[in-house]
Structures are given as C-alpha cells and as structure tokens.
C-alpha cells in the first residue's frame, strides 16, 4: 500500500454481484445461496494466487456486498446458506502470500475490515430475520472456518477427510485473529482446554468429535449432504417470520473526484495533506424529507438518511485504506438539523422493515466511524447541525470543539437518535459511554429544549473545549498541530483504550483484545522476519524462533 | 535480560523494610505512611539513574513488598498514605532510560509486574481493611500519576505548579500502560474527551481543574497540606472498622538451589533446559496440619497453606523474568491432598483476619499462575494430589493430562476452593470459567462424591486428555515436543485470548487490551526506532515519525 495512493491504485469498495468473481449469489424462494468459489487469478493486486478459495480483501469486498444486498434487495430471504464450489475444500483462510507480502499497517486495516464483515452477518442475523447456515462441504482452515463461526449454525461434510481446524498457531506463528478465538471462547463457549487443544492442532477436527467438542453443529456424510442441507436450511428458515417479498435496490457509491477532493452528494471528503488531515462535511438536506414509510420506501436508495450514511461509509474506507497518511478528521454537519431530527424520530417509531434495515445501516456506520484509526475531532462552527445522528457522530469523536460566541448562531440538539436507538460496540448509547461516570446527565441533556446553543452544550457537558470568537481559530490550530505531532501508533493505542469505556462484549474483545494482540504477533520477527513462521510458510525453509516467552 | 542469567544477576524479588533502598513505611497508630525517596544510584542494574522519583523494577519490588507487609504485619493499619519525599515531584514514573535501554521482553514483563503491584493495593482496599491516599505532594506524571489511580483517594499539592500528567502519548509515543488509560476510563469514569485531551497535555493539569475534572479529589495549598493529608487519612481510617492489634511477621522465601533445581519447601522448581520446560512440584504436607484460627496464628508465617503459596510466587516471578527460554510449565501436585481440602473448608468459613488475608494471597497467586507467559500443563499422574484449591490450579492449566489407568492411583477432588472463593480477573470462578456453555455442569463437578478416580475426573470434563499407561509416556511427550515447535509469540497471543473467556473487568481489560496495545507500540520503530519518541527523549534528537496510521 503505497501511502497516497493514485486514483487508479486505490482499492475500490463498491461491486455488484454481476461483477463478482468470488461468489455466486442465487436465490431458492426464501433461501439463498451463497458459494464462495474464489478467482485465482483474481487478486486484488499482483503477486498471489488465491489458491484453495484463500481469500484477500477483494474477495471479502464482495461477502460483504453480498450481505448488504441480503438485508436490503433481499427481504424475503429467510436463511442464507455459506457454501463453497470447490472438491473438498470450503475455504483456506486468508490468502498467507498476500499477508506475507503486505505492509503491517495493511495486514491491520485488512483483519479490521474483515472483522466488521464478520460481525455484519451476526448483525443480519439479529437483525435483518435472515439466518446463516455454514454449509462446510470441505475443510474450513483459519479464517474459513472464522466466517462459519460467524454463521448461525454450521453443517461439516463427514467425508473422513474434512475438517475445520485453526492452524495459525502451529503452522503460521500468528492468532486465528478475525474473531476466531474470541467466537470459540466467548460465543461457542467451547471448554477452555479444548479451545487451547483445538487451535493448536494443525490439522484440525473432524467428524463426530467436532461435533463433540461443539466446533460445529451436525455433520452429514456426502450421500446425505445436499438433503441435509436442504434440511437445515428450510428449518431454520421456518422458524423465522416473513419479512417482506420485495426489496429495495442499492446503488452504487460514486463521489466526483476532483484532485483531493471527494464529493459523494451528502458528504465531502477533502484531503488537506499538508496538516495529514480530512475534511468531512456531512449536508443534511433542506425542504421536505420522507416522514412516513410509505415515503421512505418510494425514495428508496435515494432516501437521503440511507444514502448519506452510505457515503459516509465509503468515505470511511476511503480514508482507512487508501490515505493512511491521514491522520486527523474534522468532521463538521451542515444543513437542515431539524430534518435530521424528524427522521430520527420517524425511524424510531417505524416498524417497517427497510426503515428499520435502515436504522441498522446507520448502527453500523456510526460503529464504523469510532472503530476507524483516524483521530476524530468535532468542529461545531457557525451553521453547524449536530443534532440527533449527527450529535451521535460528534459522540464518536474524540473532542468536540463547539463556537462559543452570542453573535454566531452554533445550534446543536437531541433526538431519539441518542435515546439508544444507535448503541455502541459496547452495548451502551454514547450518551451513556461519556457519562458512565455521572450517568444522571444523560437524562440532563435528553431533556434540554432542543436545539439548544453552544453555552448550553457546553453546560451539558458536550463541549470538550468552547472557545469565542476570538480564541476558536487559535484554539482550533493548536490542537491540529497537536495532534499532527504525536506519534501515530501511541495515538492508535490510546483511542482504542479510550474510546469504548464500560461494558465489554464480544464485539469489543474482537477489537480492542484480539485486533491488539494480533498486531503485535505481526510485528514480531517470529512471525515476519526473515525465518518467521509467516514467511517460511510454504517455503522449503522452516522457521526459526527466537524462544524466549514474552 | 540475559535468556539464562547466571545466579549473581538473577533478579532477586525477596526484600525487607530494613533493607529499602526507595521507599519508607513509617507508622502512627493506624495510620501508615509509605513514602517514596528513590535512591537515584539504586538502580536494579547499571546504566540509568532513577532521578526525580523515577522507578525501575527494583522499586517496585519494594513497593510489592511493602504493600505485602502492611496486610500481614500491620493489620492494626486502617489508611496508608502513598506520598513522596522529594521536593516539587512525586514521582516520574517508569524510567525512561531503563526503558528505552531493557529489551522487549523484559519492558513486557516489567509492565505486567508493575501492573499487578497496582491492583494488588486495590485487592488490600477491597479485602484488607486498609485504604489509600495518595499525598501527591508535587507532580506526579506517568507512571506517578497511575500508581495514585490506584489508591482510593488523590490529594494533590496546589502550589500553581504540582500537576498529574500522562506524558507518554506526546512525549515518549507509548501509552500510560500500567492501568492509567483504563483507570480514567473505568475507575474514575471521567468524560471520554476529557480523558483524550488529558491524555495528550504533556504538562498536565493542575489545581482546580484537575479536581474538576475529577482527576484527582482534592487539592490542598502547601500551607495546609500537613493538616490536609492528616484530616483524609483520619476520616479514611475512621471509616473503617479495627482489625487486629498484632500482625504475622513474614520470613524470607530463599530457595536452596542446586544447579538447576530450586527448593523452595513446598515447591520444587527443576528447568529442563533441553526440552525448554519447567517441572513444578507442590507438595501438600502429611500429618496434621492447622484448621482452626489459633493453630493457624500460631504457625504464622510458617502456616504451610500461606508458605507453599508464596512459594509458588516467588517460583512463578523466578520463571517470568529470570527463565524467559523457559515456555512449558509442567505442574505436579501430590501429597496429602485430604490436608488441602480441610484447609481449603476450614479458610472459608473462618473470618479470621490473618485466614482472611492468607485466602487473598492464595487468590492472587492463583491469578498470577495464569497471567503468565507460558504454557501451562497439569499432570495427573500416580499420586497426584489436585484437589480443592489445587485442583484450581490445574483449572487454571492451559490443559490437563489424567493417567486412567484402573492399576494407578490417580485422585483429584472438590472442596470449598472450588465453590467461588478463588474468583479469577473475570470475576468467574474457575469452574464457571470453563464450563461458560455448560453451566450445569459447574454444579455436576461439585456434586461428584470427592475424591474422585481419572475415569470419573474424565467424565466430568476435568481431563483435556486421559490417555492409559500404555500411551501415557508418548502423548505427553508429544504434547511437550508440539508446544515446544510453536512461536512464542502466537502462544502467548493465543492463551491471553482464551484464558479469560466470559465477563471483562477492570482488570481483564488491562491485561488482555491495555497492555497488548502497550506491547505492540513498544514494537513499533516510531517508539523505539532509532529515531523513535522513547529514543529520543531526553536526547538532542527529536523523533521522526512514520506518518501513516495504523
């Protein structure tokens, strides 16, 4: 990954299941189909070969392209089987050529991303009445048998030959570190002895015994496969209500390019390269807004509320993957709060699938936003509209600096947006987060009138710093520079502590214990360095450890 | 850190009051104060000086010790002031130069000693009847500053210049690592943006506004600070009921060694220096032994149940920092296992005080067993004792092998231990830890008429595996071989992962989050490249950053 990338080197996030090359996605009534049957000639970029449906983050854009099409085009889909096209083989994991060739900074963006995949579909099954059936018609290594995991119910092939296994430890000196052991410990809460037996056999567990050990629920010999899959699937998919027969169509996400700046419609993306920062203006829009679902339904992808936080999205991306020299966002919403906080208030009372689809798409966003290694700073300046969703996004940020001055109009405000309908990886709304210490003020500021000015905000205590007129540029610049000069990774490290106070779940063990721990292994020489276990792998050499415990 | 020191330069963590280089415990009545005065030539090696109160692990054995003292030898004690005798510094925090000249291994460790002394106060506030009040008599940054998030209360100096900071992330590109970043977070719970910016101010903050924002509780002109730290402590003391007039001296835990074998008493410690393992033997003594609180008293120190426990602590500091080549632990307990069951009942009915703290110390010796960086295997075999509070220590194992063989005598059993009085860091017992999914099953293991053979230990999902003699010798050394053929590194990442499955808690979240993001920035060349922050501190040089984020 080359620091800035060119336009045409960026990696691209938005595809269509016309255009994969991965997957197959095709539909039965209330069930669909979803076979990974990988390119191997397809890499998202030069010098591997995805071999044994190993995967790289081209093939996991599209998984994930494919389950945000399932919760929107797809309501009446019901169970959503995960199977492989290949002879013996569901899935190799991560492609180790691909790992063992990318910089650090892209093996961590990659696993983040393909974490957030993982917990997506989780986050569908929960949310979207569309269960997972992991179909494992061949072996299911590493981060294979991670995306089973993340699957409702896992069906294994008894072939003799077929397993699932987590040969990262013992064959590749790193962590099954996409969930793997956070989900065999936390969510199959496999026996503690066990977890350790199974991630250090190479080989992995077949037959009978995985289903003793709970790594999968039901095995089926070849001659019953297809059956017992139909099976499964058609249970699973009956015990869940019918959501909907028609769907809404996504489109794609294309900004306006124009030198360093991106424009997506809502949102603007403008690198300022020489302060390694972004600007990202969110515009609510004027005039009249979809307040009923019948309404919201006919805008479809263009709702505006959808659309915008789709944007954002891939903007997010955008600046994770493709500008890692950036370092700091200032994040500013303009435009007509008020219609911010109507639709809020309309999306919470709907019961309607694709506004409640909706909900979750922002959910996710918003979780994406606070999970992004970018410094993440709130300017609240005239004509600023951080109300409801928006006021969720400067709770996400790490300061807010709010205009304190009583000849600019600074107006920000409550909706039910931040009545818990947006929670945290953590569980909390981030009302709750940032006052975990003083919870009595959550109920303080959710009862404020609203839209309220910045001395208000400043009271309530939502204001980091709320500098006049005559400070705020000084102010402003100073925390900029600020930042610009501290080291990168000690800033990483911090907002992950800080970022998600409270509660843990297994969503934040994924990345505040497991992210951390796996980025350290991937810089040990014991993994990458010349005889480390990643780079040996495949090789004729083998590794050489330094052996001292740390 | 040499890998195999030689005896001379084997760090040494006995010590005494009368032998303190850094610290002072003085008494008055119940109150105790323990004063920081860093010799700066008292380095536990050569080549830094410990100025302005800086510390090193040999200041912090003494403050281990000193707090160790307290709950055993001073139970008339009630508060503890923590204050310094420095002039304007409390204390610097870890010492830079130690730091950036100890190699990687050896700062993990160093962090993760550090970090148990921490929440060993906590442990004495909760569980010892005595409270602490950091006296901050001048600033105190870093490491200064997390010592006194430790205590209950925090006085600081206002002399318009005594600050407590966090300089690490601006100045040093590391993290307030021994807890601070989680105890703003989660102790103190103060406002997430509050906790970034403070994070970031390099000079702190001071006076009012540190109370304000609850960084510390109050603050005192150094005109009243006499009166000041004598009315806290008073009403700190007030609060709390007497416990004893008299404590328990304890002795000095000196091994005899003889090449390779440390004899500790109770605890045998034998490195196999070719397959890189450890024996461990703890043997429970015959005859009769103390059950009730007189006997008890009456063996003080000496009370075998305390002994063989700090035995073993002692043991597991000799392997983590003096045996680094050292990964596998092989631990054996055997004697007269009918003698840990009777102390085990008798401990947690009595409410004795000195019982009391000998059942913490237990507890914490527990915890630190599996919060080390090695691989730990109990070995049922012939004889083998684990039962009650030892049999918590195999549930503590990674795995455990059960010889089941019906010509051998192979017995593990329940008692009172594994009913919930040694709760792990999750706050689980270690029976509910490993059953998370089967919870029934916690209450099947205690039910089981006790002792019980390895077929039945089998069943009951006590054996990771219970192989015959006739496969004994070879599963295990095949066991033994495979562990020893994996990456440290990824041992070490994974058994951090799966050791801790279930709840989180202050203290999970600052060995499994906090320090694996410390670990991993303490990697990185932006903190100790050569033109890293950690580095350059101090030097001429300023510190180049790789840029990108990660």
Redesign the interface.
């Known amino acids: 990954m080359t ?1 800035t990338a060119t336009l045409t080197d960026r990696i691209c996030f938005q595809t269509h299941p016309d255009r994969y090359k991965h997957w197959t996605l095709s539909f039965e009534g209330d069930i669909a189909t979803l076979a990974m049957n990988v390119d191997p000639d397809g890499g998202q970029r030069e010098g591997y070969e995805l071999k044994l449906n190993s995967y790289d983050l081209g093939v996991d854009i599209e998984l994930a392209d494919a389950i945000q099409r399932l919760r929107f085009e797809h309501p009446e889909v019901r169970c959503c089987v995960v199977t492989g096209n290949l002879d013996r083989v569901f899935c190799a994991g991560a492609n180790i050529v691909m790992l063992r060739t990318s910089p ?2 892209f093996k ?2 990659f696993c983040k991303y393909t974490n957030e995949t993982r917990l997506y579909i989780e986050d569908a099954s929960e949310n979207s009445g569309v269960q997972f059936l992991a179909a494992l018609n061949g072996t299911a290594s590493g981060g294979g048998y991670e995306l089973a995991l993340a699957c409702d119910k896992i069906l294994l092939v008894d072939d003799r030959n077929s397993a699932v296994s987590f040969p ?3 064959l ?4 099954p570190g996409t969930g793997g ?2 989900r ?3 969510k ?10 199974f ?2 056999i190479a080989e992995g567990i077949k037959g009978k015994r995985a289903v003793e050990w ?1 790594l999968v629920d039901a095995i089926a010999p070849l001659s019953k496969w297809d059956a017992k899959v139909a099976e499964m699937s058609r249970a699973m998919a009956d015990a869940l209500p019918v959501r909907a027969s028609e769907g809404v169509a996504l489109d794609a996400i294309e900004p306006e390019v124009e030198g360093d700046v991106f424009r997506y419609g809502h949102i603007e993306l403008a690198m300022d390269r020489t302060q ?1 920062l972004a600007n990202v203006t969110f515009t609510i829009p004027a005039g009249d807004v979809p307040l009923t679902d019948e309404a919201a339904l006919a805008a479809g992808a263009g709702w505006w509320y959808l659309r915008a936080f789709r944007e954002l999205d891939a903007a997010l991306l955008e600046l994770r993957l493709n500008e ?4 700091l966002v200032l994040l500013r919403v303009v435009g007509a709060g008020e219609n911010m906080v109507a639709t809020d208030d309309f999306v919470e009372t709907s019961k309607h699938w694709f506004v409640t689809e909706t909900r979750h798409q922002v959910k996710r966003v918003l979780k994406r936003f606070e999970n992004s ?2 410094s993440l700073y709130a300017i609240c300046d005239p004509g600023t509209a951080f109300r409801g969703a928006a006021l969720e996004l400067a709770l996400a ?4 600096y709010v205009l304190n001055d009583p000849d600019e109009e600074v107006l920000l405000g409550t909706s039910a947006a931040n009545r818990g309908m947006y929670r945290m990886a953590n569980g909390l709304s981030r009302l709750e ?6 919870p009595e003020r959550v109920q303080e500021v959710l009862s404020a009138a609203s839209p309220f000015d910045a001395e208000t905000a400043d009271e309530l ?1 939502l204001a ?2 709320a500098p006049d007129s005559i400070d705020w540029e000084d102010e402003l610049r100073l925390a900029i520079e ?2 610009a ?15 998600f ?4 779940t297994m969503e ?2 994924i990345f ?3 992210s ?6 991937f ?2 020489p ?2 990458v360095g010349e005889r ?2 990643l780079t040996c792998y495949g090789t004729p050499q083998s ?1 050489e ?6």
């Open positions: 620091a650090h900074g961590v963006n990262e430890v013992p590749l000196g790193v962590l052991l956070t065999i410990a936390d199959r809460k496999i026996r503690r002895d066990r977890t350790d037996a991630s250090t709970d390694r890692p020299e950036i370092g290694a970018k940020c790490d300061r807010t987060t940032r006052f975990l210490g003083a205590g980091t710093l600020e930042r000069s501290f080291s990168p990774d000690a800033l990483t490290g911090m907002e992950a502590n800080l970022r106070a409270g509660p843990e934040t063990k505040g214990r497991l951390a721990w796996q980025n350290w292994i810089q040990r014991n993994a480390g276990a590794p450890f330094d052996i001292k415990r740390t």
